[in-house]
């Protein structure tokens, strides 16, 4: 699904003191992960030139917004070379019906899609979003730390298309399909997040994964 980001006025005055905050306390980011919520496994595949620390950073931001929803996200960092002979990880081995991949992707290729657009998903399992456009939003406000705060909006907001389906923008919460000053001033404050309704569907869908997981993981396992 594609997304569409419409250029605003700066923010970086307003928000600089919110996002520093919210970067240094880390540990605020994942309240609620011991709640019994559903659990999406996100195999991060980064194409980019993001840092790991700006990887980091987005998210921790995209796993607060989908914590607010009830779900908890694990991450995994996977490589982008062509997998070697040896031992398998987490990536290297078959994705369940719970696992999600992301790829973190410079730009689009060839101007495919319009300047504004910053992410698609394939479905069922793959979200790709674009870091150019983070960095852009970020120097266009002359504040480098919005950069892992919009990723991680946009990561949140393809995740959820994975869940909710290519029908589910919305008129309001951050499945909206434009993105203007309102809603980048936000995103920069934390309020850019899944509405109840939203949020409802997102579990029932991740609770759906998981049941499919199981039921796969019990046929598949020999008979004494």
């Known amino acids: 699904m594609k997304?569409?980001?419409?250029?605003?006025?700066?923010?970086?005055?307003?928000v600089g003191l919110i996002g520093i905050m919210r970067f240094a306390f880390p540990e605020t980011a994942f309240a609620g992960e011991n709640d019994p919520s559903p659990t999406i496994t996100v195999q991060v595949y980064n194409y980019s030139q993001a840092s790991p620390a700006t990887l980091r950073g987005a998210e921790r931001e995209a796993g607060r917004i989908l914590g607010e929803a009830g779900l908890h996200a694990v991450w995994l960092a996977c490589p982008v070379v062509p997998f070697t002979v040896g031992p398998q990880g987490p990536c290297q081995k078959e994705p369940v019906a719970t696992d999600i991949r992301l790829r973190v992707l410079a730009a689009p290729i060839h101007h495919k899609f319009q300047d504004n657009v910053f992410g698609f998903t394939v479905h069922p399992v793959l979200a790709s979003v674009y870091y150019g456009y983070a960095v852009r939003r970020a120097k266009s406000d002359d504040a480098e730390f919005e950069v892992p705060l919009i990723l991680g909006c946009v990561i949140a907001h393809e995740l959820?298309?994975?869940?909710?389906?290519p029908n589910g923008h919305s008129a309001g919460g951050i499945m909206q399909q434009e993105w203007g000053p309102k809603q980048l001033r936000l995103s920069l404050m934390g309020g850019l997040v899944f509405t109840s309704q939203q949020s409802e569907l997102l579990r029932g869908a991740a609770r759906a994964r998981t049941e499919r997981q199981n039921l796969t993981s019990t046929s598949s396992?020999?008979?004494d």
């Open 3 to 14: 997304t569409r980001l419409v250029s605003g006025v700066s923010f970086a005055v307003i």
């Open 160 to 165: 959820g298309h994975l869940l909710l389906g």
């Open 221 to 223: 396992t020999p008979e």
